[in-house]
């Protein structure tokens, strides 16, 4: 493949005039703004989810809610590490000329932060609800809330990356 020129009607095969250094200028910029978004997210949920333990209530949690809690802040810190692991990247790595492969290594990290902070508010809820409500349906309450962010996290944005998408 011979990267698109400025100069032309040339494009290349990501349907733009760009270099494949610009390219991975490009999509890095993009990828930041994506992590800033779900950094913060991830950071408050995780701050609030390590004051838990240092409440009153804590020590009368039913085993199960414990265990629960105890898995949701492994997630949580599993979560804020993945997510700000770009950012890590990104320093150790500046100037080394891999950006290409820096941006494709800090999508991935990205994307398996955001199933575990999938993971996380999953268990943030389901923890939460249990300890609010007796409710029998929480499970089920849990698991629509669960379904509705697949559906707005990776349905729908596969589902236009399929049917909207032009190949050549």
């Not at 240092?54 to 599993?78: N, P, R």
């Not at 990776?154 to 990356?161: E, G």
């Amino acid at each position: 493949m011979v990267p698109a020129t400025r100069s032309g009607d040339d494009v290349n095969e990501w349907g733009r005039r760009e270099t494949e250094e610009e390219r991975a200028d490009r999509q890095w910029g993009e990828l930041i703004q994506e992590v800033r978004v779900a950094q913060t997210g991830v950071q408050i949920l995780f701050g609030f989810l390590l004051t838990v333990v240092f409440q009153q209530k804590y020590d009368s949690l039913e085993q199960t809610d414990k265990t629960i809690y105890i898995v949701t802040v492994v997630l949580g810190a599993a979560a804020t590490g993945a997510l700000i692991g770009p950012v890590s990247l990104h320093r150790l790595v500046s100037g080394q000329r891999v950006k290409a492969a820096a941006v494709e290594w800090a999508s991935r990290m990205t994307f398996v932060g955001l199933l575990l902070l999938l993971a996380t508010m999953t268990s943030s809820l389901l923890l939460i609800l249990r300890v609010a409500t007796d409710n029998h349906a929480v499970p089920w309450i849990v698991t629509g809330v669960v379904a509705w962010y697949a559906l707005c996290w990776f349905v729908v944005p596969m589902w236009t990356r399929r049917h909207r998408t032009t190949t050549k």
